[in-house]
């Protein structure tokens, strides 16, 4: 999942990458992993997070899609 921005961006390296293959991308200076242990994502707001609980009961349930067969006819 992507927003405008972080597409361009991620467009832009895969030309990079094919137009100069030998020519590797700079190191990125921040890990996903840095961004993880940010403080502020340890802890979330209880305001927003009583939003977003909320926002959970209004949701409907998940489509009754069709089934090649019933789920316990599936072997392992």
Same mark, same amino acid.
């Given at each position: $999942? =992507?927003?405008? $921005?972080?597409?361009?961006? =991620? =467009?832009? @390296?895969? @030309?990079?990458?094919? !137009?100069? #293959?030998?020519?590797?991308?700079?190191?990125?200076? +921040?890990?996903? !992993?840095?961004?993880?242990?940010? #403080?502020?994502?340890?802890? #979330?707001?209880?305001?927003?997070?009583?939003?977003?609980? &909320?926002?959970?009961?209004?949701?409907? #349930? &998940?489509?009754? =899609?069709? $089934? !090649?067969?019933?789920?316990? @006819? +599936? @072997?392992?």
């Amino acid at each position: $999942l =992507l927003d405008g $921005l972080s597409m361009q961006i =991620l =467009l832009a @390296e895969l @030309e990079h990458g094919y !137009r100069y #293959p030998q020519q590797l991308l700079p190191p990125l200076p +921040v890990t996903f !992993r840095d961004y993880l242990q940010q #403080p502020s994502l340890q802890s #979330p707001n209880p305001d927003s997070l009583a939003w977003w609980q &909320a926002q959970l009961d209004d949701i409907p #349930p &998940a489509p009754a =899609l069709p $089934l !090649r067969c019933l789920p316990q @006819e +599936v @072997e392992t």
